[in-house]
């Protein structure tokens, strides 16, 4: 079974930083493109920032400039620095991570279970 298990939410006053962690664990043969979703209330889930096993980043408008995604691929752990947070980024915030669990297989999204992002005005 492949578990991804983030860390790193909180709340945190306008202005301020925080950085998730997300950490793949099980049988895991490779890991591709990993990413970072958001959900606020009464809105869809939309996508924060990806980054490909390469390293190629991208990022949506609303955080461009103001966060940084990266990964450790031995550690199979991808990361969000977040600074500058505003209200409007108040979101639960999902891992994504495309994974192969053997050799043969093909990729399987999975997802974390979501960590709490609030940030006060």
């Known amino acids: 079974q492949v578990q991804l298990v983030e860390s790193g939410g909180g709340l945190v006053q306008a202005g301020g930083s925080l950085r998730l962690s997300c950490a793949a664990s099980?049988?895991?043969?490779?890991?591709?493109?990993m990413a970072w979703y958001r959900q606020a209330p009464g809105k869809q889930r939309e996508l924060v920032a990806a980054?490909?096993?390469?390293?190629?980043?991208n990022y949506a408008d609303s955080v461009k400039g103001r966060s940084t995604i990266s990964r450790d691929n031995a550690k199979r752990t991808v990361y969000l620095q977040m600074n500058s947070l505003k209200p409007e980024d108040t979101a639960v915030y999902y891992c994504n991570a495309d994974i192969r669990t053997t050799y043969i297989s093909g990729t399987k999204s999975y997802w974390g279970q979501g960590t709490q992002v609030t940030v006060s005005s």
């Open positions: 099980g049988i895991i043969f490779l890991i591709d493109d």
């Open positions: 980054i490909t096993r390469g390293g190629t980043t």
